[in-house]
T-cell receptor, first 111, second 112 residues
Framework: QKEVEQNSGPLSVPEGAIASLNCTYSDRGSQSFFWYRQYSGKSPELIMFIYSNGDKEDGRFTAQLNKASQYVSLLIRDSQPSDSATYLCAVGKAAGNKLTFGGGTRVLVKP | AAGVIQSPRHLIKEKRETATLKCYPIPRHDTVYWYQQGPGQDPQFLISFYEKMQSDKGSIPDRFSAQQFSDYHSELNMSSLELGDSALYFC???????????FGPGTRLTVT
């Protein structure tokens, strides 16, 4: 079992709809949580980070963290074709610096 | 805003050769990370430096070494290259440890 799990998709959503992505992690010592967007052949782009339980909103993106259930989610509102990409969930622990990534969820936004 | 700079962007080497990848962090960032991403895989952590000292180590082969210099740039040295080393190598930087990491454009290494 991977430390960080994501549904690989593809998640197909119509333009203007809400895309909902989920991520679970196994280490209860995890302290920091990140969502990256990655286009094919490009580098991961940080779009959201969250450290405390609850919701965090930034523009069309909302990250939700539930440490008791060990999951973090990302909502993309008013999805646009340019949102079509792979979304990587990354988790950091209290000790050490590394991020552990999930396998990514591929999102396809259809016009 | 200034971003992480990596050089070279593309590198082709033969088996058993050596390669050096360079990373220039975002100005004022004091922590640098190296990740390797193979085709169809997620990024795998290699090593990190905080204030020029190694701060964490992941699945980095013994053939690889890295350091962070006084100007905070970092270099990843790779020796005795193998075909399996072909991958995208990303450098990321952050302001402080365990903070948001911003990735550079990556170096695509091809070993033939």
């Amino acid at each position: 079992q991977k430390e960080v799990e994501q549904n690989s998709g593809p998640l197909s959503v119509p333009e203007g709809a809400i895309a909902s992505l989920n991520c679970t992690y196994s280490d209860r010592g995890s302290q920091s949580f990140f969502w990256y967007r990655q286009y094919s052949g490009k580098s991961p782009e940080l779009i959201m980070f969250i450290y405390s339980n609850g919701d965090k909103e930034d523009g069309r993106f909302t990250a939700q963290l539930n440490k008791a259930s060990q999951y973090v989610s990302l909502l993309i509102r008013d999805s646009q074709p340019s949102d079509s990409a792979t979304y990587l969930c990354a988790v950091g622990k209290a000790a050490g610096n590394k991020l552990t990534f999930g396998g990514g969820t591929r999102v396809l936004v259809k016009p | 805003a200034a971003g992480v700079i990596q050089s070279p962007r593309h590198l082709i080497k033969e088996k058993r050769e050596t390669a050096t990848l360079k990373c220039y962090p975002i100005p004022r960032h004091d922590t640098v990370y190296w990740y390797q991403q193979g085709p169809g895989q997620d990024p795998q952590f290699l090593i990190s430096f905080y204030e020029k000292m190694q701060s964490d180590k992941g699945s980095i082969p013994d053939r690889f070494s890295a350091q962070q210099f006084s100007d905070y740039h970092s270099e990843l040295n790779m020796s005795s290259l193998e075909l399996g080393d072909s991958a995208l190598y990303f450098c990321a930087s952050s302001l402080g440890m365990r903070k948001e990491q911003y990735f550079g454009p990556g170096t695509r290494l091809t070993v033939t």
